[in-house]
């Protein structure tokens, strides 16, 4: 096994030297800002106070006011699972235009060809950043470093399967492409430690700006918090999601399927071993951690005089639901509940501020994003758009169409044997794409059944899916040609093969 010892930073630092040179740039300036990316794990936008959907014990002041300081997304469906909306961070496309991407060897074990599914971090690297990345990896076992990355301290997830539930300690961490060694302190604090080093400069060429993407495992399950908050959130009441038995009478049969919980004696639901309610506080708790992290990250930059040359990006690779839907600690599934994320940007001086954007975003606008803040030109066709105009305007007009895919554990052409059958379901869910137009959500499943329409105005809690009225056929008409349309702009190797929808007999 590989060796539980501490590594002095020396060491941490010295194998940085062994990356190729670059050529030196100016530090960062007004048009070349450091950017600083904050990315968690299996985070709903429920838990941050600054959600008017959070439960009204949540207490998230530090995530709150960095809100307060920039711009909040409401909607933001960055991927369906871990894997893929990292690839679609990593590559700025979503899964079908990952080609070589792909699950192999145990579980989580997944690898690719670099050249093939190149990933852009190396662009901004070539390009006179200083590009980081700490925490959690997700996306093949080749990290990049040296190639994508001039700093890295990893969690290399598919390299070391046989640690893969180890979120919160016991972490195998590779040390700049070289040692690994196991991590015994709570993971979460950890990170934030190396990454408040490296925005004071340890490790890295202070003449160049920085890009840092600073991935955590929290609250992924085992949804383990620091011992310090285990007595935080005593005599906490949950609201039973309506949902969370079936039937569902208006969903597809594939959602009449769900049934992860049980009743207790008293009638409370019960999954696991736990009560709904000890589930949520569990969760909740772990996320004191992260708003911790994001007060010292933030205080970090004040003190080193970077705070408003600095873009930071909060969001997490997708949400998690507890009862709704009658889901148990599962992504996935097409449903706010599921899948939403949050979503804020700062950057104080340059952006809107205490601003609140309605506008519903995909994933893959966030690179696009990043591409235009530092004045490089995406080197490939990505399939975001560029969010600046809504961060100057949060009501400007938006043209584009936002789309989602959730294609289960399958990436690039990879993807199209399964839609020949009735393979495309990952996790009780069938693969689908999931476009938002304003308070509209439309969900087309990759098999043959329903399709979901939900006017979340109405119906935040997705129960009444329209797509079965008469009353709404001309918006699933319309919504449906958008969603092929979105597919054949980003040449979508799927976008002439999609299955047949099943016809309701209510429509």
């Not at 010892?5 to 740039?25: D, E, H, N, Y």
């Not at 070289?178 to 490790?203: C, N």
């Not at 999954?271 to 994001?294: C, F, I, M, P």
Request: glycine fraction near 8%.
């Amino acid at each position: 096994m590989i060796p539980a010892t501490k590594l002095t930073r020396r060491q941490i630092f010295g194998t940085l030297a062994t990356a190729a040179a670059l050529p030196v740039r100016a530090a960062a300036t007004p048009e070349r800002p450091n950017i600083l990316y904050i990315y968690t794990d299996d985070h709903s936008y429920r838990t941050l106070s600054c959600y008017k959907e959070a439960y009204p014990w949540v207490k998230t002041p530090n995530i709150d006011r960095l809100a307060t300081q920039g711009v909040r997304f409401l909607a933001a469906y960055n991927g369906s699972w871990c894997m893929p909306s990292r690839s679609t961070m990593l590559t700025g496309r979503h899964s079908y235009g990952a080609e070589s991407m792909r699950m192999e060897g145990p579980y989580p074990g997944c690898e690719y060809d670099p050249e093939k599914c190149p990933f852009w971090p190396k662009i901004l690297r070539q390009k006179g950043y200083f590009t980081a990345q700490i925490g959690k990896w997700h996306t093949g076992t080749d990290t990049g470093f040296g190639r994508d990355w001039d700093y890295q301290i990893v969690w290399n997830r598919p390299k070391y399967t046989e640690t893969s539930q180890n979120y919160y300690y016991d972490q195998p961490i590779t040390y700049q492409g070289g040692k690994t060694e196991i991590l015994k302190r709570y993971s979460t604090d950890q990170y934030t430690d190396w990454a408040v080093d490296f925005l004071k400069g340890e490790g890295r060429d202070k003449a160049k700006p920085w890009y840092l993407w600073l991935c955590y495992g929290a609250v992924h399950s085992p949804y383990q918090p620091a011992q310090r908050h285990l007595n935080e959130l005593p005599g906490i009441d949950i609201e039973t999601p309506k949902d969370i038995f079936p039937p569902r009478a208006t969903k597809p049969d594939w959602a009449q399927k769900i049934n992860q919980w049980t009743k207790g004696p008293d009638g409370t639901p019960v999954s696991g071993g736990k009560t709904l309610t000890q589930w949520v506080r569990q969760y909740h708790q772990g996320v004191y951690g992260l708003d911790e992290a994001v007060g010292r990250l933030m205080a970090t930059l004040e003190e080193t005089k970077q705070v408003r040359n600095t873009l930071v990006i909060f969001t997490s690779d997708q949400g998690l639901a507890f009862g709704q839907h009658g889901f148990r600690g599962v992504k996935v599934a097409p449903y706010d509940a599921n899948i939403r994320s949050p979503l804020i940007f700062s950057m104080p001086g340059k952006i809107a501020e205490n601003a609140v954007c309605e506008v519903p975003v995909s994933g893959v606008d966030i690179p696009a994003t990043i591409f235009k803040f530092t004045g490089i030109s995406p080197p490939w066709d990505i399939h975001g758009h560029d969010l600046s105009p809504l961060l100057k305007n949060p009501k400007a007009d938006w043209p584009h169409t936002t789309m989602m895919l959730a294609t289960g554990q399958k990436f690039g052409s990879d993807i199209l044997p399964d839609l020949d059958g009735k393979k495309a379901m990952h996790e009780q869910v069938p693969y689908y794409i999931l476009i938002r137009e304003k308070h509209l959500k439309y969900v087309r499943p990759l098999i043959t059944d329903l399709e979901e329409l939900y006017d979340l105005n109405q119906d935040p809690d997705e129960l009444n899916n329209l797509a079965i009225q008469p009353a709404h056929q001309a918006t699933l008409q319309r919504l449906r040609a958008k969603a092929i349309a979105e597919l054949k702009r980003t040449k979508a190797n799927i976008a002439d093969r999609l299955p047949p929808v099943r016809e309701s007999s209510q429509a």
